[in-house]
């Protein structure tokens, strides 16, 4: 008898435990794309290729995934961005809420919403079906970010875009916002950290719990070669490029010499990992069995 061929399969949810809290990566979906742009923008096509092929990634094109996060410290459960909600549904992505069961929740167990910046893929799912997404959680977003995209001064014109989207589904809820400001703890031992450039407010999300660490850096670095290996390059998805670079240099070298453990939106999933020196770069090593044991 032939067995049917059922092509790729994974798992779209993964958990880990760190100290007493427990931290769920959920695939929100995944997308295809071209490598530059986004990425690598100072390198000819040839110099490209070259980095792909030395990483055994295609030379044409990279898989780009999305990674919401949930924190549950055991009192509150912390989901860390919407993921892209309806937006990109035809294409591979939005399905972040459906998957909450998988991870053994429901919509109504979120009680904090925290919106690392503004980008499509972090706020999309904010909404479903005309109502909220999380009927029962706190919305928190950093001051700078909000302040930002309501003025509009500081988005550059390729966000022209994304700024109606951001008026159109975020701005309206400005009066459910609690508004963040770098170093503050939303959470007993969830504090978010000011990580600017990739946007005007971008934030991570730093957790501590029975002496372990874990940093969820959001969009700091947005490919696990291309971004990680290559911090200097300049990123089209980056709104301010110069400050991107100087932040991602910096978190890169503190997580590196730090050995913190590191969550990724756009890391391959399920984005947990380890930063590593290498030469005068960096390299992403993915969390194995040391999570488990």
């Not at 399969?9 to 427990?22: D, K």
Request: proline content about 6%; glycine content about 8%.
């Amino acid at each position: 008898m032939t067995a049917t061929m059922l092509g790729p399969l994974r798992s779209p949810v993964h958990r880990f435990v760190l100290g007493e809290t427990e931290i769920t990566s959920i695939l929100d979906g995944s997308t295809s794309m071209g490598i530059s742009p986004p990425f690598l923008l100072d390198e000819s096509d040839d110099e490209i290729a070259t980095i792909a092929r030395a990483a055994n990634l295609p030379t044409d094109k990279l898989e780009n995934n999305f990674v919401p996060v949930l924190v549950n410290t055991g009192d509150t459960l912390v989901l860390i961005d919407t993921g892209c909600g309806h937006y990109r549904r035809e294409s591979g992505a939005g399905f972040l809420r459906a998957r909450l069961a998988d991870a053994g929740y429901a919509p109504e167990n979120v009680d904090v919403v925290v919106l690392t910046h503004v980008h499509p893929d972090h706020i999309g799912g904010i909404w479903e079906d005309g109502d909220l997404a999380f009927p029962n959680a706190q919305l928190m977003i950093g001051r700078r970010e909000f302040d930002a995209w309501e003025a509009g001064d500081e988005i550059p014109p390729q966000r022209a875009e994304n700024r109606e989207m951001f008026l159109k589904i975020v701005a309206p809820l400005k009066e459910k916002f609690r508004f963040l400001e770098d170093r503050e703890e939303i959470a007993p031992g969830v504090t978010v950290e000011a990580a600017f450039g990739h946007s005007a407010g971008h934030l991570m999300v730093r957790v501590e719990s029975a002496g372990k660490q874990a940093l969820i850096w959001s969009d700091v670095a947005n490919h696990y070669v291309f971004s990680v290996g290559h911090p200097e390059s300049k990123v089209s998805f980056d709104d301010d490029k110069e400050m991107a670079i100087a932040t991602r240099n910096r978190v890169l070298a503190e997580v590196a010499d730090s050995g913190v453990l590191v969550v990724g939106h756009h890391m391959p999933f399920p984005a947990v990992g380890y930063v590593e020196r290498e030469g005068a770069s960096y390299r992403w090593v993915p969390a194995t069995y040391q999570l488990g044991v």
